[in-house]
């Protein structure tokens, strides 16, 4: 499952679970895309559930898409991501701090609240 809400003019909410196939994730970069295209200087809150690898099939469409997912991550400042599973937090943190511009924190998701408070009023 992936779905993607626009909240406000500046920020998207992010809620994946399962395992993404070929076509889910085509759909989703798609939906991504569309719904970032007016978006500057954004924020995304991702709430992950059950998170698995996606298929090879999914990675490869991903990969093809290199060059648009790239100017769709210089759209954002910050990420917020919801996850019970540690791996995801730390990967997470991990990978914004190889994206330069882009600061992701991870919280457990009953942690809510705080990552929204975070994403809206953090600090340059």
Do not use: C
Not at 10 to 30: E, H
Not at 46 to 57: A, N
């Amino acid at each position: 499952m992936f779905s993607v809400e626009k909240v406000g003019n500046d920020r998207l909410d992010i809620a994946m679970s399962g395992k993404l196939d070929s076509q889910t994730m085509g759909l989703a970069l798609d939906e991504l895309l569309d719904k970032s295209a007016e978006i500057e200087h954004g924020k995304m809150l991702f709430d992950v559930v059950d998170y698995h690898l996606p298929s090879l099939g999914a990675i490869g469409v991903e990969l093809s898409r290199i060059p648009a997912m790239m100017g769709f991550i210089r759209k954002f400042d910050r990420a917020s991501v919801l996850s019970d599973q540690n791996w995801v937090k730390k990967i997470s943190e991990l990978e914004g701090t190889l994206m330069p511009g882009l600061t992701i924190k991870a919280f457990s998701r009953d942690q809510r609240e705080d990552a929204v408070t975070w994403l809206e009023y953090a600090s340059e």
